[in-house]
């Protein structure tokens, strides 16, 4: 049997527990919350597949939590309860994307097969996205995660930019999604079905880079028994990607430098320049300004690279994405292994939001991947978590400053005091003790 996490948002407790009691006896992991606030913080943390949630809560409606859950959680379904009185109004619910509706109080037979029905719903749209990843799991557009001010920013340059043809430099630490975000440009572009092609300058000599990029004839060298073309050729009419940008070597810059003026190419040993139509992207983990100043990158070509410039932000500035990030690798990683795993423990949220992840998101999305490899429960614990994370909430921990508690009491015995001009009866009161206790207290830590 699947395993389903079901969310009770009620107001009234009672109410709540009896939800809970009779559908958790359907071997459903049911949780339940008073308010709509903290049913919607918990989802930083677990990803519920159904929510049953009071039209009328005290602090949200039953609508924002509708509409809360279609956009973080466009694959859950929601169950409205209301009294007879807001029927419309649940009927209004339906139309803006709930499953359905129940009246209050709420017959158990009743509610238990609508779930079932709701459920067998969250299920076939699984079943549909895991067939659909399978089939086209490798022309499947790239997917940006984040709603925080930084990445927002990053998605309206992609938008603006995309559509011309512009060269593009990006700029970001190692792990921040450079080619991600390359592959975002070329899928809304008008090349979007003609090649994208990436290649990574870092770690090769000159004459391997040339290789590669330009090609050569046969007979070109020792061993070049036939001819081959190079990812630029092999890009015409679509996007060369080209990463770490930085550590091309000089000389190879000014054959690059050639290409990107002229948009031709001659291979190795040819004599005839062919011309390509391809739009060039590159990325640097480096800031290509700061080499140019050094003379360690090319002025000219950094210039005719940074037509567009997007600079992607790292993960500890914006941290706001992290829960977000969580969920998605979550998904991702439980369909992949095969785990009915829902979400991850408080304080493995807490570690996270706090850890300042050197490898960005790249890093979060290896810690995601091997905690659901380990995890044998239904939530994410620390104990699943690489060995220098666990200690993290412990070394923060120590490095506050923290005072006695006698400290404390003194500091609060003397707020009072002052509060109360020093009258030590209203004193004593405030603080639950007797007058004679108050004044050795007082006597003790000099407050006479």
Not at 423 to 431: F, P, R, S, T
Request: neutral net charge; contains cysteine.
């Amino acid at each position: 049997m699947d395993h389903f996490k079901i969310a009770v948002i009620d107001d009234e407790a009672i109410a709540g527990r009896e939800i809970k009691r009779g559908l958790s006896a359907e071997s459903y992991e049911v949780e339940t919350f008073l308010n709509a606030t903290s049913a919607l913080h918990r989802l930083d943390q677990v990803s519920f597949d159904l929510f049953l949630c009071d039209l009328r809560l005290p602090d949200l409606s039953g609508m924002d939590v509708l509409r809360s859950v279609r956009t973080r959680c466009p694959q859950s379904e929601v169950i409205i309860m209301t009294g007879y009185s807001s029927i419309d109004s649940a009927i209004e619910a339906i139309r803006d994307g709930a499953f359905h509706y129940i009246t209050k109080p709420v017959k158990m037979n009743e509610l238990r097969l609508l779930v079932r029905r709701a459920l067998d719903k969250v299920m076939l749209v699984r079943e549909k996205e895991a067939l659909k990843e399978a089939l086209f799991s490798q022309n499947q557009p790239a997917k940006i995660i984040g709603n925080s001010k930084a990445i927002r920013d990053v998605f309206r340059m992609i938008e603006k930019v995309a559509p011309l043809d512009c060269t593009v430099l990006i700029q970001g630490e190692s792990g921040t999604g450079k080619e991600m975000v390359a592959r975002a440009l070329h899928e809304q572009s008008p090349r979007k079905h003609q090649p994208f092609v990436s290649f990574n300058c870092g770690g090769f000599t000159e004459e391997l880079i040339a290789n590669e990029l330009f090609g050569h004839e046969k007979g070109a060298f020792t061993g070049a028994t036939e001819a081959k073309i190079g990812l630029l050729e092999a890009a015409n009419k679509g996007t060369i990607f080209l990463d770490e940008i930085s550590q091309m070597p000089i000389s190879m810059q000014v054959k690059l430098l050639r290409f990107v003026e002229e948009r031709s190419l001659l291979r190795l040993g040819g004599v005839k320049s062919l011309q390509v139509d391809i739009r060039l992207v590159a990325a640097s983990n480096q800031d290509l300004k700061a080499m140019v100043k050094a003379q360690a990158f090319r002025e000219d070509l950094y210039y005719r690279l940074n037509v567009v410039l997007i600079s992607l932000p790292p993960l500890r500035e914006r941290r706001d994405d992290i829960p977000l990030l969580i969920r998605h690798f979550l998904h991702k990683y439980r369909r992949a292994f095969g785990k009915a795993i829902n979400g991850i423990s408080a304080d493995v949220l807490d570690i996270l939001r706090q850890y300042p992840f050197p490898g960005n998101v790249r890093e979060l999305e290896n810690i995601i991947e091997r905690a659901v490899a380990l995890c044998d429960e239904h939530e994410i614990s620390s104990r699943d978590l690489p060995s220098d994370l666990k200690t993290l909430s412990i070394r923060s921990f120590d490095d506050k400053t923290y005072v006695s508690l006698e400290d404390k009491e003194k500091q609060y015995i003397q707020e009072v005091l002052i509060k109360t001009n020093y009258q030590k009866g209203l004193a004593a009161e405030i603080l639950g003790l007797p007058r004679t206790s108050l004044w050795r207290k007082m006597k003790r830590y000099g407050l006479t």
